[in-house]
């Protein structure tokens, strides 16, 4: 089964930068992704940024392209995303979760706890 820790959200000011971990065990083949979702309260869980666990194909949602950045390497079992001119749209619980890649959420199998994310105006 895999295992999926998130770290480093916190409470920042609009325009900060803040990156998140996600700490993955358990996989043994590297053929799925690593996928990155948001929930604020009173929305729907939506995706924000997917890799391959290879560290490829990185894939963004259009409201944070060019904001965000997805990067890892299986070798590190870590994966992040440096979040940079952050909006207090962004304020959310932000999960990572392992799948397909992708928007689609019902392409994940396993996910993480959260890390809560607050940006401040």
């Known amino acids: 089964q895999v295992h999926l820790v998130e770290s480093g959200g916190r409470l920042v000011q609009a325009g900060d930068s803040l990156t998140l971990s996600c700490t993955t065990s358990?996989?043994?083949?590297?053929?799925?992704?690593l996928g990155w979702f948001r929930q604020a309260p009173g929305n729907e869980r939506e995706f924000v940024a997917s890799?391959?666990?290879?560290?490829?194909?990185?894939y963004y949602a259009d409201s944070v392209k060019g904001r965000f950045t997805i990067s890892g390497a299986n070798a590190l079992n870590t994966y992040y995303l440096q979040m940079n001119d952050l909006k207090p749209g962004d304020s959310a619980v932000y999960y990572c979760?392992?799948?397909?890649?992708?928007?689609?959420?019902?392409?994940?199998?396993?996910w993480g706890q959260g890390t809560q994310v607050t940006v401040s105006s």
């Open positions: 890799i391959t666990y290879s560290g490829g194909m990185p």
């Open positions: 358990g996989r043994i083949f590297s053929i799925y992704a």
């Open positions: 979760a392992d799948g397909e890649g992708g928007p689609e959420k019902l392409g994940y199998s396993y």
